[in-house]
């Protein structure tokens, strides 16, 4: 039996060379969440104006409410240590969280894997719609980790469910 995957999502600076995260949120097994900013390190200096339209958040948030690497990085541990948790951004996610561990000097105590490895064929010609349905059901405004990570959750819910009721 599959149990409910644990998904994670960072936002982050921009893209590509010199971006870093600047938000991490989970969606637990149960359907908790927890969040929170990250504030950037000395030399963490990348910003993309176009990433900054789409996460809403302004570096000086930041750097006045974001907490340490290490909190976070610790945080992470305490709440996901020893179990896999999925990320549909695997490419990205995987450098950003080590950008976040290594600045913290912190090894992850979980396994970050890419969520597609559990998505079965059944599940994904619905994946967009179900996903949509559930960004509108949950009046998600805000493109932000922790709700990000709820909505792949639940869409991963919905179409597993769908899928497994066709197959029986």
């Known amino acids: 039996m599959m149990t409910v995957p644990i998904i994670i999502d960072f936002e982050a600076s921009g893209f590509g060379q010199g ?12 359907g908790e969440g927890w969040c929170s900013l990250i504030r950037p390190e000395d030399d963490w200096l990348h910003w993309n104006l176009d990433a900054a339209r789409v996460h809403g958040i302004p570096r000086e948030i930041l750097v006045e409410r974001g907490n340490t690497v290490q909190f976070v990085a610790e945080q992470l541990n305490f709440f996901l240590g020893g179990r896999t948790v999925y ?12 950008k976040l561990f290594d600045a ?13 490895e559990i998505i079965n064929d059944d599940q994904l010609p619905n994946w967009d719609a179900t ?12 493109h932000r980790a922790s709700s990000d990570a709820r909505v792949l959750q639940l869409t991963w819910l919905r179409t597993y469910d769908e899928a497994r009721k066709l197959s029986a």
Request: charged share 25%.
């Open 19 to 30: 971006s870093y995260p600047i938000e991490v949120g989970f969606s637990g097994r149960h």
């Open 104 to 116: 913290a000097e912190i090894t992850p105590k979980f396994k970050l894997v890419d969520l597609f």
């Open 87 to 98: 990320t549909d951004g695997w490419g990205q996610d995987y450098v950003w969280m080590a």
């Open 131 to 142: 996903k949509e349905q559930i960004i509108k059901e949950l009046c998600v405004a805000r």
